[in-house]
């Protein structure tokens, strides 16, 4: 008997929900800067999960299947809010760092803002290749998830990549 039957649906979930959160909250913070609709994505996401999983049937993995829902939840959130064109509350100040060498730390966290400032400001297509290649998932997985070729895939990272670089360049010309 395999581990999907073996396990109750609440079981699956629990698990999934460890294995994978921490990744569909990086995912949720490239799609939505305002972090209380960034909780809100990720609670979306996981409502959908919750509902598909009794129609999950291992035609692909269980981190594609959670994927897939996270990006179409995801594109679906952004139609929305776009829409609704509101503006987002700045991001809240972060908590000091108890790192021993305060500005290294400093130094990387602004690192990490500016790089995720640059993929958030990214058109859709190459946001989503990039997020998920960041997540770890292969060509053939991303490709899966968003319906395009692994091809399709590689020319629109490659893209992405030209287009960080740009743009973390043009941010580092004004620092």
Known sequence: MSRMSSE???????????????????????????????????????????????????????????????????VSHIDYAQRRRTEPLPDETPLASIDPDPERSLSIQQRHERLQRAVQDLPIGLRQVVVLALEGLSHAEIGDILGITENNVAVRLSRARTNLSRLLGRVEALS
């Open 8 to 74: 109750s649906r609440d079981e699956r979930f629990v698990r999934l929900l460890h294995e994978h959160d921490r990744a569909l909250r990086r995912l949720a913070r490239s799609y939505e800067r305002d972090p209380a609709r960034q909780q809100d994505l990720v609670q979306d996401i996981w409502l959908a999960v919750w509902q598909a999983l009794p129609r999950f049937r291992g035609g692909c993995s269980e981190k594609t299947f959670v994927f897939r829902i996270a990006h179409n939840r995801s």
